[in-house]
């Protein structure tokens, strides 16, 4: 019998092509500036709350302890300026998790239809449709907004801001969008986990009054509390919008035993309701991000979108993987633009997620 037929065979984790990079950085002090994961401690009340919630004897909610809906309703009113109802929000183990599972629950491969997101973007949105078995088509916001076809689509992924180029849609895009996909009947999720990393544009959600009106049908907002929080290993996510797919969403999970661990979700509603360390953090990664920008633009990168977000997407016009290898030259790991899509072939992304003392390092090689 030959097992080896049996599994999904994905291509390789791409990440995994630094491999040779990064020993080579290594041999020069490395400054991992790669993967966005964040490198700052959890804030103490949420560690507080964890523990406080360790007596988890019983099975959680999938849908989440009606305390843990309300705050989590009340963070989208007084954060996002969006009205949501705690039955129209649903927390997930992690963002990344609904990404590569949403076209599978929402049943597309049975409806026959594809999945759609940006052509430069967080390789997840590729996978989901790979792993449900359904097309992936690259479509951007401002295709959409200027009336390209929606036909033989069902989900349409947006970013903003943008993972890798930092880049955000403006309400007036965003609105265009919501238009086109309800003439359409096409479903709209809208990964915003870096919304409240603003540097230099505010980033509206897709459920915003002035995009989607009083009316989520059809419309799906996503949130992380990874990078606000720096709760990334607590898996801490929700998704929020229509009603009607958030229960058909719930449903399907319970089949499935999708659910956040109930510590876990203890922990959310402290981190919902305590803004302070928020802004503690959002003011850590803005000093980083002051140092190490114009540090890469003295050593010859440009620069481009990157007005929020984790990361600088920068340029020397040359083939990325030239670029990432004189950065390990001088002990820095970065990311390769060509695993977010073709159009960043000549990129590298840079992530502020290293500590103060590895972004001080970084700057100081680079104007060296």
Not at 160 to 167: D, E, F, L, V
């Amino acid at each position: 019998m030959n097992f080896a037929q049996y599994g999904r065979h994905l291509e390789a984790y791409p990440w995994d092509k630094l491999a040779p990079l990064k020993a080579r950085a290594e041999e020069r002090g490395l400054c991992d500036l790669s993967i966005g994961t964040p490198v700052d401690p959890t804030p103490q009340v949420v560690q507080d709350a964890l523990s406080a919630g360790a007596d988890a004897h019983g099975y959680p909610t999938t849908a989440g302890t009606p305390q843990l809906r309300e705050a989590i309703a009340g963070w989208y009113s007084r954060s996002r300026g969006v009205s949501v109802a705690p039955d129209a929000i649903l927390p997930t183990v992690g963002s990344k998790e609904l990404v590569a599972w949403l076209p599978t629950l929402l049943g597309l491969k049975e409806l026959g239809l594809a999945v759609a997101g940006p052509s430069l973007a967080y390789p997840t949105y590729r996978m989901g449709a790979t792993i449900a078995g359904v097309e992936f088509r690259q479509l951007d916001a401002h295709e959409i907004a200027e009336g390209a076809s929606l036909e033989g689509i069902g989900l349409v992924w947006l970013n903003s801001p943008a993972n890798p180029t930092g880049r955000v849609l403006d309400a007036q895009t965003l609105r265009k969008v919501v238009e086109a996909t309800r003439k359409a009947g096409v479903v709209v999720a809208s990964d915003e986990c870096y919304a409240l990393l603003n540097w230099e544009a505010q980033a509206p959600s897709l459920l915003d009054p002035a995009v989607a009106g009083d009316d989520h049908s059809g419309l799906l907002s996503v949130y992380s509390l990874s990078k606000q929080s720096n709760l990334a290993g607590y898996r801490a996510a929700f998704v929020a919008g229509d009603q009607s797919l958030i229960a058909d969403l719930i449903n399907t999970r319970k089949h499935a035993g999708m659910i956040v661990p109930g510590p876990v979700q203890t922990a959310m509603i402290a981190a919902l309701q305590d803004s302070e360390h928020v802004v503690a953090q959002k003011e850590t990664y803005r000093a980083r991000r002051d140092l190490l920008k114009p540090a890469l633009e003295a050593w010859g990168m440009t620069i481009d979108h990157s007005e929020a977000g984790l990361y600088l997407w920068c340029t020397r016009g040359d083939d990325c993987w030239d670029t990432l290898s004189d950065l390990a030259d001088l002990g820095i790991l970065a990311g390769p633009g060509i695993i977010y899509g073709e159009d960043g072939a000549q990129y590298v992304r840079v992530a502020l997620t290293g500590s103060d003392d590895t972004i001080r390092a970084a700057a100081e090689r680079l104007r060296r």
